[in-house]
């Protein structure tokens, strides 16, 4: 079976019920837009059950899919396809049938995609890239990123050799958490902390942006919002607001619009561990009082 045989399959299947239900009883926190991207359904790094939870406490006018949400180049070698991943699947495409504007804009892991650019699948529009109007009037330009990364364009075999290296990181980075999580201490990023410690990775990752934002100021827009190097980041370069929503495998964090227009990061571990640090101190207060 093909990868497009294989994504087409999983996307056709949307199961009636998640196997993990909904979060009830949660005043979801309401925002304009979201966009998230690089979530890499399909392989073992993919942190679906923090992403899940990120869903089911979230909700917003607009999202924006911003690539490699299923990773297609891993499918291809291994199919791997556990129950969160379906229920990631099942939120997004329920999210869209409830009235949220979905755009999903396909990256290189899910390239296959691509050819389905300008059709409307479920309620989620697919395009190349896509121009968001803020609430206080800035036009941002929105596509995944790799169109800007010479190794991708120029070296494609030296990108899948990388993949195979990050992703022998990211099975170490997932059984680090596992220990940790036994030892009750919050997620934490193996990979995005050594690829902040790499002179080379650091300077990859300024020219990225530089390009990409420079890309966007030809084109007339006020700002991008991009995903594909797994790095958060909001940015003024010159004229150019430069915005990663950054991932779903390293820092899991997606970036929003208020109402007001005015953008923010959200890094999902922190918020839970500031979640489960507030139900600890409750539940000890409780114990104080009885």
Known sequence: MTTSDQTADILAFTPARPTLPEASGIVRRRYRTIWISD????????????LIDFLDHVDSEH?????????GWRLKKRFYWPPSHNDVVW?????????????????????????????????VKIRRKAIHTTADGRRLLVLHGDEFDAITLAHRWVAFV??????????????LNVARRRLGMPYWSLS?????KVKNAVAFISRFEEVVAHAAGSRGV???????IHTAEIRQIGDIAYYNDG??????????????????????????????????????????AA
């Not at 006020?222 to 594909?228: E, L, N, Q, S």
């Open 39 to 50: 979530v890499h359904l399909g392989t073992r790094g993919c942190n679906a059950d923090m």
């Open 63 to 71: 999202m924006y899919l911003v690539g490699d949400m299923i990773d």
């Open 91 to 123: 939120r997004l495409m329920k999210r869209a049938k409830r009235g949220t504007r979905v755009t999903y804009i396909p990256g290189n892991h899910d390239e296959v995609f691509r050819q389905f650019a300008g059709l409307d699948f479920g309620g």
């Open 162 to 175: 990388g993949d195979s290296a990050y992703t022998a990181l990211m099975v170490v980075n997932q059984w």
């Open 192 to 196: 995005k902390h050594a690829k902040a």
């Open 222 to 228: 006020d700002g991008v919002v991009c995903g594909h």
């Open 247 to 288: 991932d779903w495998v390293e820092g899991c964090t997606a970036l929003v619009e208020h109402f007001d227009g005015r953008m923010e990061l959200l890094h999902w571990a922190d918020e839970i561990a500031a979640r489960e640090a507030a139900s600890r101190a409750a539940a000890a207060a409780g114990t104080l």
